[in-house]
């Protein structure tokens, strides 16, 4: 699974996942990763203290489950971050 990726992608996924506000379908429509790949992925690229630190809060955050986030947020990423159309981030 990890192969397929690019270095610059791994790195992506990896920053997705600890970011709070993004959830686990952005990175399942950027990456094509449903949320068990991703717990995968994360235990098989982090060392497995980091992964554990990660499994803890994302147990404890409402926001990385589209289905358990507020209604008032309704985007996939923060407004300060840059453009993201399907695989690739826009450049400015």
């Not at 709070?20 to 068990?36: C, M, N, S, V, W």
Request: glycine share 2%; proline share 1%; with cysteine.
């Amino acid at each position: 699974m990890n192969s397929n990726f690019s270095a610059e992608d791994k790195d992506r996924i990896i920053e997705m996942a600890w970011e709070d506000r993004t959830p686990f379908e952005a990175i399942k429509y950027q990456f094509g990763l449903q949320e068990d790949e991703v717990r995968a992925f994360m235990k098989s690229e982090l060392k497995f203290s980091s992964y554990k630190l990660w499994r803890k809060r994302v147990e404890n955050c409402r926001t990385k489950h589209a289905a358990k986030r507020n209604s008032s947020i309704s985007r996939f990423k923060c407004s300060r971050q840059k453009n993201i159309t399907g695989n690739k981030i826009s450049k400015r």
